[in-house]
Nanobody, 119 residues
Framework: QVHLVESGGGVVQAGGSLRLSCDSS????????MGWFRQTPGKEREFVAR????????FYADSVKGRFTISRDSAENIMYLQMNNLRPEDTAVYYC????????????WGQGTQVTVSS
């Protein structure tokens, strides 16, 4: 059973930093892709960052390149999103996601953690 739990969100001033964590269970790294999406109320969910399937190569949305870093602690089954130089437009609910390698969609989502960046 796949289970994802995000944590680490909060309120921060523009230019500040936060680190989000995703505690996962039921994930086999050989068969799943994992990453982060975010969503503002009334808007579609936006891709933020992910690891590719079968490798540890990270991919980032253009809007966060150079500011966000995705990483993971395999021993603890935890994925992180380090967010630096935060901007007000980064305000959103951030979701940990997982996709089975042959699926066309991200099938598993955490409950989300709110990130609010004040100007």
């Amino acid at each position: 059973q796949v289970h994802l739990v995000e944590s680490g969100g909060g309120v921060v001033q523009a230019g500040g930093s936060l680190r989000l964590s995703c505690d996962s269970s039921g994930i086999t790294t050989e068969k799943y892709m994992m990453g982060w999406f975010r969503q503002t109320p009334g808007k579609e969910r936006e891709f933020v960052a992910r690891f590719s399937w079968g490798s540890s190569i990270p991919f980032y949305a253009d809007s966060v390149k150079g500011r966000f870093t995705i990483s993971r602690d395999s021993a603890e089954n935890i994925m992180y999103l380090q967010m630096n130089n935060l901007r007000p437009e980064d305000t959103a609910v951030y979701y940990c996601v997982a996709k089975y390698y042959i699926s066309d969609t991200y099938d598993y989502w955490g409950q989300g953690t709110q990130v609010t960046v004040s100007s």
